[in-house]
Nanobody, 121 residues
């Protein structure tokens, strides 16, 4: 069992930056691929980014590529999402996920509780 705890959400003006963190705990937590999804009001939950357990491979949704950057520190069992040049359409609840293999589908092994990101114009 793996537990995920997100921090770092908040309110930011368009063009600004935020960094989300997700601390993983539990057995073999640092052996999982990890990533982020988001869900805006009235919309489907969607893939944002993912990273392999070794950190060597990353993937991004087209909507965030070149603005968001994912990384991980396995010594701290933590994954980060650096979000730059934020837009109002990035407003959503952001969820941390962990899976035995990197996948962009919603069929993830574990989900965090989510953290709210609000971008105002």
């Amino acid at each position: 069992q793996v537990q995920l705890a997100e921090t770092g959400g908040g309110l930011v003006q368009a063009g600004g930056s935020l960094r989300l963190s997700c601390a993983a705990s539990g057995r073999n937590a640092n052996t999982y691929a990890m990533g982020w999804f988001r869900q805006a009001p009235g919309k489907e939950r969607e893939f944002v980014s993912a990273i392999t357990f070794g950190g060597g491979v990353t993937r991004y949704a087209d909507a965030v590529r070149a603005r968001f950057f994912i990384s991980r520190d396995n010594a701290k069992n933590t994954v980060y999402l650096q979000m730059n040049s934020l837009k109002p359409e990035d407003t959503a609840v952001y969820y941390c996920v962990a899976d035995s293999k990197m996948t962009v589908t919603k069929n993830q092994d574990y989900w965090g509780q989510g953290t709210q990101v609000t971008v105002f114009a």
